[in-house]
């Protein structure tokens, strides 16, 4: 699991996170939503040791994020932030590649190229895997790189905006194919994530945030409520229960 004890982070004089303390299970899918400025992705950047809290500690299967040996870390530990800057002129199959640098340090192995093709294969992307970034779409390239996440075979798998530039079907793909990776791979899978009816479907887990505070968690049963909803996104909600699934009516 990954224990969260303390952690603030302000950037002058704004507060950015505001004494976050909290306990993420291991297995399954965790969402992290919020409205914009929440401080949902300052909070990943901090688990995933991207960014430094000014206080506090993160523990990681009993790791400290901070302290802990980037070569280890790495070994249990990915992240995918919502910009990434990579050589245009890369393949499909060389990025999920670089997934691989923690176990071989550039030096592909026999064994590395089958875990880049599982990862190509787990999201689709094997007839595209000889196309240049740059030749992709941003849904496709988004996919790439999620995949190449997932190639690096991680127990703990941190995801920013995962669902950015996919159209309906390749969200509900995406999804679809994180939900597996939880269940069959046995990921912990950690996700900041807009849409709460995604989260609602396909979540075990959901830390509501506002203001850089964490302020409701627990599964979609608890956090799928009108009044918390309101409360942490200022708008009026309905929720409806659908086929089972919990669903935020809030177009009206």
């Not at 670089?98 to 990862?119: C, H, N, V």
Request: net charge neutral; glycine share 8%.
């Amino acid at each position: 699991m990954i224990v969260i004890d303390k952690i603030k982070k302000c950037y002058d004089d704004t507060v950015i996170l505001d004494n976050i303390t909290t306990t993420i299970p291991r297995g399954g899918i965790t969402s992290i939503i919020g409205p914009n400025g929440a401080g949902k992705s300052t909070l990943l950047s901090i688990i995933g040791r991207l960014l430094k809290a000014d206080t506090g500690t993160i523990n990681v299967s009993g790791l400290d994020v901070v302290t802990t040996k980037s070569d280890i870390l790495a070994k249990q530990l990915s992240i995918l932030r919502q910009e990434n800057q990579f050589n245009s002129r890369l393949t499909v199959e060389e990025l999920v590649g670089f997934g691989r640098y923690p176990y071989t340090r550039g030096r592909l192995t026999a064994q590395d190229d089958e875990k880049i093709s599982q990862s190509l294969s787990f999201l689709n992307l094997l007839e595209l895997r000889h196309r240049y970034l740059d030749e992709l779409s941003g849904g496709q390239r988004q996919r790439a790189y999620v995949a190449m996440v997932l190639c690096q075979d991680t127990d703990y798998v941190l995801l920013d905006e995962p669902l950015n530039n996919l159209d309906m079907k390749h969200a509900v793909a995406m999804m679809k194919q994180l939900r597996l990776a939880a269940d069959d791979l046995g990921k912990t899978i950690i996700l900041v994530i807009h849409d709460i009816n995604f989260a609602s479907t396909y979540s075990d887990y959901i830390l509501a945030m506002k203001k850089g505070a964490l302020c409701y968690q627990g599964g979609p049963k608890e956090i799928m409520r009108a009044d918390v909803l309101q409360d942490i996104f200022d708008t009026p909600v309905r929720i409806r229960e659908i086929d089972g699934q919990l669903i935020a009516m809030y177009f009206r």
